[in-house]
T-cell receptor, first 111, second 117 residues
Framework: AQSVAQPEDQVNVAEGNPLTVKCTYSVSGNPYLFWYVQYPNRGLQFLLKYITGDNLVKGSYGFEAEFNKSQTSFHLKKPSALVSDSALYFCAVGWINKFYFGSGTKLNVKP | DTEVTQTPKHLVMGMTNKKSLKCEQHMGHRAMYWYKQKAKKPPELMFVYSYEKLSINESVPSRFSPECPNSSLLNLHLHALQPEDSALYLC????????????????FGPGTRLTVL
């Protein structure tokens, strides 16, 4: 069965510091991996995806993610956090016509 | 146009009412989805339409009835809902490549906040 795990319910970081939001996955076959962000009372917004190719994927708003096949991880990173990055982040894996979402990580960036 | 629109934004209904949620996209996406999301939880997949045909029903109770009238529109008909059905209902769409929608990012609408009294 396909699954995604986000081990941290919440991540706290100071503005200007680097941030990492963790994600590990389990999937049959090639992984199609995604990160989404959700602000309160809004739909999910796509940040970036890994399909194939370079293990470091760059996305919207300065976010990037590193695909690590041996560790089955796809951690989201940003070199310098902004207060406006505070939101709920979901990792997801696509499989055939479905998407499996992680439980979500709430990112708090403090001034 | 990279937007998925959903109407209404908010809906309050009694347990005996019949109502419908609407979703529209004009990106030419051939996969469309309904999700239910509770507060601070991940979206739960309800239905998937691929090329206007229902391809996945995640064992959703029959009081929820999806409809895909054409490639741009997706409806969710609601009847005899329960208070526990109160949630944010999200519509999403994505491209289909080589028969697979799971390779492509989903575009989400802003959702309909449903309250069942």
């Amino acid at each position: 069965a396909q699954s995604v795990a986000q081990p941290e319910d919440q991540v706290n970081v100071a503005e200007g510091n680097p941030l990492t939001v963790k994600c590990t996955y389990s999937v049959s076959g090639n992984p199609y991996l995604f990160w989404y962000v959700q602000y309160p009372n809004r739909g999910l917004q796509f940040l970036l995806k890994y399909i194939t190719g370079d293990n470091l994927v760059k996305g919207s708003y300065g976010f990037e993610a590193e695909f690590n096949k041996s560790q089955t991880s796809f951690h989201l990173k940003k070199p310098s956090a902004l207060v406006s990055d505070s939101a709920l982040y979901f990792c997801a894996v696509g499989w055939i016509n479905k998407f499996y979402f992680g439980s979500g990580t709430k990112l708090n960036v403090k001034p | 146009d990279t937007e998925v629109t959903q109407t209404p934004k908010h809906l309050v209904m009694g347990m005996t009412n019949k109502k419908s949620l609407k979703c529209e996209q004009h990106m030419g996406h051939r996969a469309m989805y309904w999700y239910k999301q509770k507060a601070k939880k991940p979206p739960e997949l309800m239905f998937v339409y691929s090329y206007e045909k229902l391809s996945i029903n995640e064992s959703v109770p029959s009081r929820f009835s999806p409809e895909c009238p054409n490639s741009s529109l997706l409806n969710l008909h609601l009847h005899a809902l329960q208070p526990e059905d109160s949630a944010l209902y999200l519509c999403a769409s994505s491209q289909v490549d080589m028969g697979l929608a799971g390779r492509n990012e989903q575009f989400f609408g802003p959702g309909t906040r449903l309250t069942v009294l």
